[in-house]
């Protein structure tokens, strides 16, 4: 059996099963089961399971999206800036602290979502009454972090794309800030922070061929007996593949890394050797 990986509103994905044996293909419309009816989204990806594998709630594809529901869908996200002004109003009046980002409305209008952050819990159940009187349907106020709020609003990275989160990225992975010290990056917030006001989903990509190139190298700051000579590590340039020293004199002096590791790699003086070596017992 297939399963179809379907996309809504803001990356919204879910994953439904082919029960019906449709001809479905991606980047197609189509409509699915919801909680409470039915919604509408586009197909970015198809699999195939064994049933066994296939979880046994899992929602099915109930049919193709005709021209019509995508103009009625089209329909939908316009009317939606709307309730979302209607949204902040009724929580101005309340007076809760949080901030509304986006809402969605299910294809078949039988249910409106809320997106908002906010720094804590929020008793919002009085909003949820006063929302339910206003659009006749079911309300669904959902708290999401900074990292989905950025993803909702989409907008361009430092690096001049769309951002991850909005395009392609499906998942959030932990950044911490070693990540960026691993890779000698400057620990500027204004420089390694995404839209999101958090560190940039990117330090992860490239982290593990960091680690990789940089093994087998003394970390920066180290000292090093090398070219007749104690140095110290000041920079590494992985991609130009160089290493900048600097002698007791305060000298600075830049080696191919190859050059820097074959120095590593060879033996000591044999007097130096017998000097450092602890003496022998003697046997008495």
């Not at 699999?47 to 594809?61: F, Q």
């Not at 078949?108 to 997106?115: L, R, S």
């Not at 989409?154 to 909005?166: I, K, Q, T």
Request: glycine share 6%; net charge neutral; proline share 4%.
């Amino acid at each position: 059996m297939e399963i179809i990986e379907v996309q809504f509103k803001a990356q919204r994905k879910e994953f439904y099963r082919n029960a019906k044996a449709l001809y479905l293909r991606t980047g197609n419309h189509c409509i699915v089961q919801a909680d409470r009816g039915e919604d509408m989204g586009f197909i970015i990806s198809i699999t195939r399971a064994e049933p066994s594998e296939i979880e046994a709630d899992l929602k099915e594809v109930l049919r193709h999206a005709t021209e019509q529901d995508v103009g009625r869908l089209a329909e939908i996200r316009a009317k939606e800036a709307d309730a979302l002004k209607v949204c902040q109003q009724k929580v101005a009046e309340h007076k809760l602290p949080m901030k509304l980002v986006d809402v969605e409305n299910q294809f078949d209008g039988n249910k409106i979502t809320f997106y908002f952050t906010s720094e804590g819990r929020i008793d919002f159940r009085e909003l949820v009454k006063d929302l339910a009187g206003v659009f006749r349907t079911r309300i669904d106020l959902r708290q999401i972090g900074v990292r989905d709020e950025a993803r909702r609003f989409d907008g361009m990275g430092m690096c001049g794309r769309r951002l991850c989160c909005a395009t392609w990225l499906k998942d959030f992975e932990p950044v911490t800030l070693k990540m960026a010290k691993d890779q000698n990056l400057p620990l500027t917030p204004t420089k390694i922070s995404g839209a999101c006001g958090r560190l940039m989903c990117c330090l992860d990509y490239e982290l593990e061929y960091y680690k990789e190139l940089t093994k087998e190298i003394p970390k920066i700051g180290s000292k090093v007996n090398v070219f007749g000579g104690e140095h110290r590590i000041e920079k590494v340039d992985i991609f130009n593949r160089s290493v900048m020293l600097t002698d007791a004199d305060r000298n600075v002096v830049s080696v191919q890394l190859e050059l820097l590791q074959d120095e590593l790699r060879k033996e000591p003086p044999a007097e130096t050797k017998a000097k450092d070596d602890p003496p022998k017992p003697s046997g008495r």
